[in-house]
């Protein structure tokens, strides 16, 4: 079935160390996204990519790096710089662009990371 | 962005209809409306989207207000399922990205 994956589901990371969120999809989907979501809150977008090898800062990117070498994979790093990096992450892909309109976004089941 | 204001909780019974109010004051001409719903410990789902005129689909029906400053999500039968934050949202023409609010928290009565 087509669809989004993210892993792993629950991640742990120890003070001053850097952990990557793998985002993968099979639908096709040019752009993709990375949401953070904190407890009782909506998302908060981070980066987005609307095409491989392009990729722009969101409204929470700092601390976050990502990469988009493949068409159907979107990593996220959290590094060490972002101080409070315990929430509920989301990865979605969409077939938005200028030329196809607004077309809905579809998520992954999350990676809820904490600290240890 | 554009904002719209939700009721933050709403209750309802199994096997009736659910009307989920959204207003939008500042929606422009090319906003469209997106709704989305979040079950927990899940990414959020798509419903339904719809520009000026009424929208069905097999999960829910989108009424738009005339002026458009006001939509509502019907769900026409719910059920224990339907439990969720459901997220409408203003999505401008051509933007790359949805801004989320806190939604409507749906709790359904067996």
């Known amino acids: 079935d087509g669809g989004i994956t993210q892993s792993p589901k629950y991640l742990f990371r120890k003070e001053g160390q850097n952990v990557t969120l793998s985002c993968e999809q099979n639908?096709?989907?040019?752009?993709m996204y990375w949401y953070r979501q904190d407890p009782g809150q909506g998302l908060r977008l981070i980066y987005y990519?609307?095409?491989?090898?392009?990729?722009q800062k969101g409204d929470i990117a700092e601390g976050y790096s990502v990469s988009r070498e493949k068409k159907e994979s979107f990593p996220l790093t959290v590094t060490s710089a972002q101080k409070n990096p315990t929430a509920f992450y989301l990865c979605?892909?969409?077939?938005?662009?200028?030329?196809?309109?607004?077309?809905?976004?579809?998520f992954g089941d999350g990676t809820r990371l904490s600290i240890l | 962005d554009a904002k719209t204001t939700q009721p933050n909780s709403m209750e309802s019974n199994e096997e009736e209809p659910v009307h989920l109010p959204c207003n939008h004051s500042?929606?422009?001409?090319?906003?469209?409306i997106h709704w989305y719903r979040q079950l927990p410990s899940q990414g959020p789902e798509y419903v339904i989207h719809?520009?000026?005129s009424n929208v069905n689909n097999r999960m829910a029906s989108l009424a738009i207000a005339e002026d458009r400053k006001s939509s509502t999500l019907i769900l026409h039968r719910a059920t224990l399922r339907d439990a969720a934050v459901y997220y409408c949202?203003?999505?401008?023409?051509?933007?790359?990205?949805?801004?989320f609010g806190q939604g409507t928290r749906l709790t359904i009565n067996p």
């Open positions: 979605a892909s969409s077939m938005r662009s200028p030329w196809t309109g607004n077309q809905p976004q579809h």
């Open positions: 639908l096709n989907h040019d752009a």
């Open positions: 990519s609307q095409i491989v090898n392009d990729f």
């Open positions: 500042t929606i422009s001409g090319t906003d469209y």
């Open positions: 719809g520009l000026t």
């Open positions: 949202i203003l999505d401008p023409q051509g933007a790359q990205k949805l801004v």
